[in-house]
């Protein structure tokens, strides 16, 4: 963690709260499944974080600690890196194909937005089901997808007067 404020120090002049947030979220993209914590007996924790930098538009830099983020999964393990955009029927995919990773979203809302379309029914219900890290089955149009313990990091961003317009009381 040290390390990463080292380097984001050199790399950016974003808020420093924003970095240790930042390098949790590529921490636990890199590390999976692979590193937990045993709770209450025979469940296993991982380091997933669902994080959202909030701040004033523009002058806070929240898109540069996202990109920085992304970029170092990007050098050290690619295939942990979870796309963009994305239907609901496509993340399961991905997940059921790989199921830790790094979820990366430039502006939040616009994800709240997306997943209250019909087409992505069921996103929010579903990203709360891998946060709890429980095993998941579902049957696609084109296949069954089984997704076994999850470690999903989400590392978004919004500005703060954008989300709470955009936050329904079901979001909270």
């Known amino acids: 963690m040290a390390l990463f404020d080292e380097y984001a120090d050199s790399e950016t002049d974003a808020p420093a709260i924003f970095r240790p947030f930042t390098a949790l979220s590529v921490l636990g993209a890199i590390v999976g499944r692979r590193i937990y914590v045993r709770w209450y007996g025979n469940t296993e924790l991982a380091l997933n974080n669902y994080i959202v930098l909030l701040a004033a538009s523009s002058y806070s830099h929240k898109s540069t600690m996202l990109t920085m983020g992304r970029r170092l999964v990007q050098e050290v393990l690619p295939a942990s890196l979870l796309p963009n955009d994305f239907t609901y029927e496509a993340l399961v995919s991905a997940l059921a194909d790989r199921s830790d990773g790094l979820l990366t979203v430039q502006?939040?809302?616009?994800?709240?937005?997306?997943?209250?379309?019909?087409?992505?029914?069921?996103?929010?219900?579903?990203?709360?089901?891998?946060?709890?890290?429980?095993?998941?089955?579902?049957?696609?149009?084109?296949?069954?997808?089984?997704?076994?313990?999850?470690?999903?990091?989400?590392?978004?961003?919004?500005?703060?007067?954008?989300?709470?317009?955009?936050?329904?009381?079901?979001?909270?």
């Open 107 to 172: 502006e939040f809302t616009g994800l709240l937005a997306r997943a209250g379309r019909d087409y992505n029914s069921g996103t929010r219900e579903f990203l709360m089901e891998m946060y709890d890290g429980g095993d998941y089955r579902r049957k696609l149009q084109k296949a069954d997808a089984t997704i076994t313990k999850p470690a999903l990091s989400i590392l978004g961003a919004s500005a703060t007067s954008w989300l709470s317009q955009a936050m329904k009381e079901g979001d909270l």
